[in-house]
C-alpha cells in the first residue's frame, strides 16, 4: 500500500464534509430560522399578545380563588391546572386550564376579575416555533432528524477547520473574501470565513441545545441523576413516601429538575389548602416574580411550584403538600450538581436570556452565519458539480485515507450514538446498493 499523503487525507475528509453537508443543510437552515426567531420570545410574545398581557393598574388584586372562580364560571366545563399570578402592575394572571381536551391559557385580570380570553397552548406561536425547531412538527422521528443534525454539524465544523487549515498561504489570504475573483471563488469564501469567524459560536449554540435533545438529551440527565451532578438526593423528609413519576410529568421545571421524583402528599384530612396558601409560601421562601403553581393530580398529588428567570441562579422547584402546605421539596441553583449548573446556563445562553439584548444579538449573528455558510456550501457544490452526476469529491486512491477519516469519524459517533447509526446506514447505502448499481456509480462519482 502507497504511502498515506496530505492530499490523499484531504480528499477523505472533503468527501465526508461533501456528504454532510449536502444531506443536513437544509436541516441546519430550518433550525437557524426557529432558533433565531425564539431568541426574541419576549418581544414577540409581548407585541403579538399584548392585549392578553398588559393591563391597567388597579389598586386592589382580588383573591386568586375569586379569580379561579371566575374562570370556572366562564367555562364551565373547564380543569384548573395551574396558576401564574400577576409579577407587575400592568401584567395579567394567567389560569391554564383543560376544556375538551385540550389545554388553554385563560388570561384574567388581577383587579377586576375581567376574562381577557383565552389561547390553547399549542397555538401560541413560540410553541410551534419550539416544536419546528425541536422536532419539525413530526413528533420523535422529528427529533432524532435535528438531534442527526446537530451532532453532524459538529463533525462539520470539525472537518471543515482541516479543510480551512492553511498550507502553503497566508493566514491573511484565507479570512477575507475574495469578490473579484469569480462567483465559485466569491460563495467559497463566504463560506469558509463565515465559519471560521463563527465556529466557536456554532459550537456553542449545538452543544447547548443538545440536552433538549430526546436521545442524548435523555442520557445526559440519566448521567446527571445517576452521578448526583444534576438535582442532588435527599431534597425531602425520609418519611414522606415518593412516587416514581418525574417532575417533568406534572409540570414545565427546569431541565436539572425534569427527572427529580415526585414526592406525594400525606393524606391526612380531606382539606386541600387554597392556592393563596401556596403563593404566600412561595413569598416567604423568596421564589423570583414570575413563578408558575400546578395543581395537584389526585388524592396524593402535590402542588408544584417552578419559574423560569432571566438568570438560572433565580431558578426554583418547589413541591407542596396539597393538605398541611408541608414544603417537600425546594430545589435551587445552588443544590444543583456541577452538570446540571453548566447544562442550565448553557440552555439559558442558548436561549438569549443570560445577558439580554447582547446574549439575542449574539445568538441572532450565529443563526444568521449559520444560514449564509450551509447556503453557501450548497451553492459551491451546484457550481462545480458536473452534469449527470451528484458531484461527489472523488474518493482517494490510497484507501488508507479514507480508512483512517472513517475511524475518526466512528470515534466521534461513540460520542454521538445517533452519528454511528447514520454511519452504519451511509455504509450499507455504499457497499451494497451504490456499488451494485452502474447508474448509482455514475450517479456518486
Not at 403579538?48 to 367555562?75: D, F, M, Q, R, W
Not at 465559485?184 to 459560536?201: G, N, Q
Request: hydrophobic fraction near 45%.
Amino acid at each position: 500500500m502507497n504511502s498515506l499523503s496530505n492530499k490523499d487525507l484531504y480528499k477523505a475528509i472533503w468527501r465526508w464534509h461533501f456528504y454532510a453537508g449536502i444531506i443536513f443543510a437544509p436541516f441546519l437552515i430550518i433550525l437557524s430560522i426557529t432558533g433565531a426567531i425564539y431568541l426574541f420570545k419576549p418581544q414577540i410574545e409581548s407585541f403579538l399578545y399584548k392585549e392578553y398581557y398588559y393591563i391597567e393598574e388597579g389598586e386592589h388584586e382580588l383573591a386568586p380563588s375569586t379569580l379561579i372562580e371566575k374562570v370556572t364560571n366562564t367555562y364551565e366545563h373547564a380543569t384548573v391546572v395551574s396558576y401564574r399570578p400577576s409579577d407587575a402592575p400592568h401584567r395579567s394572571t394567567e389560569v391554564g386550564v383543560v376544556l375538551d381536551g385540550e389545554t388553554y391559557i385563560v388570561f384574567v385580570n388581577p383587579y377586576t376579575g375581567d376574562i381577557l380570553g383565552k389561547i390553547a397552548k399549542e397555538d401560541k406561536l413560540m410553541n410551534i416555533i419550539v416544536k419546528l425547531h425541536g422536532e419539525l412538527m413530526v413528533g420523535t422521528i422529528g427529533d432524532r432528524i435535528v438531534e442527526l443534525a446537530a451532532c453532524w454539524a459538529v463533525i462539520l465544523l470539525i472537518t471543515g477547520l482541516y479543510l480551512w487549515w492553511p498550507r502553503n498561504r497566508s493566514l491573511y489570504g484565507i479570512v477575507k473574501i475574495r469578490f473579484n475573483e469569480g462567483k465559485r471563488v466569491m460563495w467559497k469564501d463566504i463560506h469558509s470565513v463565515i465559519a471560521i469567524w463563527l465556529s466557536v459560536f456554532i459550537l456553542l449554540l449545538i452543544l447547548t441545545g443538545l440536552p433538549w435533545a430526546g436521545f442524548m438529551g435523555d442520557k445526559i440527565n440519566r448521567i446527571a441523576t445517576a452521578t448526583h451532578t444534576g438535582y442532588p438526593p435527599g431534597l425531602w423528609d425520609g418519611q414522606i413516601p415518593e412516587s416514581v413519576i418525574p417532575t417533568k410529568s406534572v409540570a414545565d421545571v427546569p431541565w436539572a429538575a425534569e427527572n427529580m421524583p415526585v414526592p406525594e402528599s400525606n393524606q391526612n384530612g380531606t382539606m386541600t389548602i387554597p392556592v393563596e396558601s401556596v403563593i404566600q409560601i412561595a413569598k416567604e421562601r423568596h421564589v423570583h416574580p414570575g413563578f408558575s403553581i400546578y395543581f395537584p393530580e389526585g388524592e396524593k398529588g402535590v402542588y408544584t411550584v417552578s419559574v423560569f428567570p432571566n438568570l438560572p441562579q433565580d431558578q426554583a422547584t418547589l413541591h407542596i403538600d396539597q393538605y398541611s402546605g408541608k414544603v417537600l421539596a425546594d430545589l435551587r441553583f445552588k443544590d444543583y450538581g456541577w452538570l446540571a449548573k453548566v447544562i442550565e446556563i448553557g440552555i439559558a445562553l442558548h436561549e438569549g436570556r443570560y445577558f439580554g439584548l447582547f446574549n439575542q444579538m449574539i445568538g441572532l449573528i450565529t443563526c444568521l452565519g449559520l444560514i449564509f455558510i450551509s447556503y453557501s456550501g450548497v451553492v459551491i457544490w451546484w457550481k462545480r458539480r458536473p452534469k449527470g452526476s451528484l458531484g461527489v469529491p472523488s474518493a482517494p486512491q490510497n484507501k488508507k485515507a479514507m480508512q483512517i477519516v472513517t475511524l475518526i469519524i466512528i470515534v466521534l459517533g461513540l460520542m454521538m450514538p445517533l452519528v454511528a447509526l447514520s454511519l452504519a446506514i451511509a455504509f450499507v447505502l455504499d457497499w451494497i446498493v451504490i456499488r451494485r448499481i452502474p447508474k448509482l456509480q455514475t450517479w456518486f462519482s
